[in-house]
């Protein structure tokens, strides 16, 4: 964690407030001006993308030229060491996606309030010719005194600039959820595109639901493109005109809906004033009209009736004399087809009616058509509703009369779509696994030992840029770090030969003592830290005694009583003796740094370079070490009864040198003796 640090000498970051694909926020101080402000970090891994680096800058770029009380306000944007940020304007308060999944349906009045302010800030935006793009309730926030802001125009382009893409790992243009129809298909966008992604906020304010699910991000999409325009059912209690305005908003033709987000706005305040009166008629046949918001007077002029009567007698007249010669063609033809035929449908004459062949299986479609003495040829295609090897569509249609022999059309579904594979290499596997569910895809992951960074993806299956059916699955293939170490038995060996043997296995050897050790020569190692055959990480330390040899050994010692007493004062007063110390821990908080145990017991008699066994009470959980240097950390951990098992550094967080995090996190809890990894802010 970055935080609690400062940016710039001048932004101080206090508390995560939120975060997304490219970047993380935090609530922090302006310390020059005295204000609370917000901050957007792009993440580390992102920092380095140049790519990543130029769309968190046209973010910056896009909301600096705005200002208006409906819009999150831009201060400041800038880098350091690395650090991309932007700081922004601090709302106290809410998204309306907390207050949604919080209270459900919003009362309509508080409905209207909120999509008028956010039609508000979109038509300041929309008039210097920005377009937001990712109109969702998690990019509108309500401060405490209900002033809606728009924020989050990371994907935000120039009218002139459209594109829908997906690029890398976090940067899915636009939540599908909220897409309109010409997003969804690439097409070029405008303030109505803004506007769709209204309406469905505004369907979900009133009902508390969306009006497009799937079980895919691509099926909720072409649901946007080729479902029915949802209609408010009436018994929900949604006024008529809230009900016309949401209806005319998801039209799936752009002209169909508002022309402005002000139109939008003057709308819902009418909607306010008369709720009963529904004043759009909406279709995707023709443009949406206004009809008249109350319906005709009777004309002042009483002759104005008797005009208008014989021209309607006139017409009644001329559709009652065509009604019936209608009706006379069509049983003429009806008669005549029975004659020629001698039934409706089935095989006539040597022809054939052709059966519904959609969603029959290739066999069942095949046996059908041999039987019906036709031919047929089948055609592959993929299709994200009707399963493989199932008939999507034929030709000629169902229901044609064709000759025998005839040739019949049958497109068959080859599965879901091909859908290239992002290349999601070196991102951390919860990102990468996030990016591709998102994308349709089941994920699961593999982990294996590796020299890359622990939980960085190091491969993928299938490959980078290859094709995979769409809700197929993805192998990621996750480092779990350096594979351990099992700890080496040195005691006996000379120190010269068990620093070659450390050497080769990739760790360390400190000799923290040297003592005159009845019967061990001297040269040689007498005792170790820990237990051989443990598992440790590579590049851990091992600590070890090593013998000056018999010597004047002295008088046997007396053990000291040491139970109760701190550890650190037990091992300094078994060094002032010549005793040695090895540790074993026992979790008991309440306890937690003193001896439980010891071996010898107190009062007992025994030579000089002896090793005492302490048992001493840990808390059983990971201490906490942010800000600590290495050294000091590493007291921490073997006081608390663990080892540093690697060290992993970062040039984003915290101050020079100095431990960022563990894994696993402080308060974690750990069996004594585990390894933990320390985070530092530094270069290896």
Do not use: W
Not at 28 to 46: F, M, N, P, W
Not at 184 to 204: C, M, N
Request: one cysteine or more.
């Amino acid at each position: 964690m970055i935080e609690p640090s400062t940016i710039a000498g001048r932004y101080r970051l206090e508390e995560r407030i939120g975060e997304g694909g490219m970047a993380v926020v935090y609530s922090g101080t302006d310390t020059l001006l005295r204000r609370r402000v917000a901050i957007k970090v792009l993440r580390e891994q992102y920092a380095s993308d140049q790519e990543f680096v130029r769309r968190f800058y046209q973010e910056a770029e896009s909301v600096g030229r705005l200002s208006h009380p409906n819009v999150v306000n831009t201060h400041d944007v800038g880098h350091e060491d690395g650090i991309y940020y932007i700081v922004m304007e601090f709302v106290d308060g809410c998204s309306l996606a907390d207050i949604i999944n919080t209270e459900g349906p919003l009362p309509e009045p508080v409905a209207i309030d909120y999509a008028a302010q956010v039609c508000q800030g979109l038509a300041y935006a929309h008039r210097q010719g920005l377009l937001h793009r990712d109109i969702k309730p998690a990019n509108i926030l309500v401060g405490k005194d209900d002033v809606v802001k728009l924020s989050d125009f990371g994907i935000a382009r120039a009218f002139s600039e459209q594109t829908m893409a997906t690029t890398r790992p976090g940067l899915v243009m636009g939540s599908v959820y909220y897409l309109s129809p010409e997003q969804a298909q690439s097409r070029e966008l405008t303030p109505a595109s803004d506007l769709y992604s209204v309406g469905i906020v505004l369907y979900q304010m009133l009902l508390g639901e969306l009006p497009y699910t799937a079980d895919s991000p691509v099926a909720v999409a072409i649901k946007h493109i080729g479902d029915p325009v949802p209609v408010i059912p009436p018994e929900r209690g949604v006024s008529p005109a809230l009900a016309a305005i949401v209806n005319k908003l998801l039209q799936k033709e752009a002209g169909h809906r508002f022309p402005s987000a002000s139109d939008l706005a003057s709308a819902l305040r009418e909607a306010r004033e008369r709720p009963n009166v529904a004043a759009f008629a909406t279709s995707d046949d023709a443009p949406a009209t206004l009809r008249s918001p109350l319906p005709p007077r009777r004309s002042p002029l009483p002759d104005r009736r008797n005009i208008d009567v014989p021209r309607r007698n006139a017409v009644s007249r001329s559709s009652a004399a065509t009604i019936p010669l209608f009706i006379v063609l069509a049983v003429v033809a009806a008669i005549a087809g029975f004659a020629i035929f001698g039934e409706f449908g089935g095989s006539v004459g040597g022809r054939v009616t052709l059966a519904d062949f959609r969603n029959m299986s290739v066999a069942q479609a095949q046996a059908t058509i041999v039987a019906d003495g036709l031919q047929v040829r089948f055609l592959q295609s993929p299709s994200n509703h009707v399963p493989a090897d199932r008939v999507i569509r034929q030709n000629p249609p169902p229901g044609s009369l064709v000759q025998k022999n005839s040739l019949v059309e049958l497109i068959v579904s080859n599965g879901l779509p091909l859908v290239g594979l992002p290349d999601v290499r070196g991102f951390l596997a919860g990102d990468a696994q996030r990016s591709l569910t998102e994308q349709g895809f089941h994920v699961r992951i593999d982990r294996r030992f590796d020299a890359a960074a622990k939980e960085s993806v190091i491969a993928q299956q299938p490959a980078p840029g290859s094709k995979a059916r769409a809700h197929s699955l993805v192998v990621l293939i996750v480092s779990n770090g350096p594979k351990p170490i099992d700890v080496p038995n040195l005691v006996g060996l000379d120190l010269s030969a068990a620093q070659q043997l450390v050497a080769r296995l990739g760790l360390s050897l400190d000799v923290i003592q040297q003592s005159p050790i009845p019967g061990v020569a001297a040269g040689t190692i007498a005792s170790q830290d820990l237990v051989p055959g443990q598992s440790i990480a590579q590049r851990a330390t091992l600590h070890v005694v090593v013998s000056t040899g018999a010597g004047n050994v002295g008088p046997p010692v007396v053990v000291p009583n040491l139970v109760g007493i701190g550890a650190d004062a037990a091992r300094t007063q078994l060094a002032g003796l010549g005793l040695l110390v090895t540790l074993s821990y026992s979790v008991d908080p309440s306890a937690s740094g003193t001896v439980l145990a010891q071996q010898p017991a107190a009062s007992s008699s025994t030579s000089p370079g002896s090793s005492i066994a302490l048992t001493v009470a840990v808390p059983g959980e990971v201490p906490d070490t942010e800000g600590m240097t290495v050294e000091q950390a590493r007291k921490t951990l073997e006081d608390a009864g663990y080892h540093i098992g690697s060290i992993r550094y970062t040039t984003t967080e915290g101050a020079d040198g100095n431990v960022v995090h563990t894994e696993p996190l402080v308060g974690t809890t750990l069996s004594p003796g585990a390894d933990v990894t320390l985070v530092v802010n530094g270069k290896s």
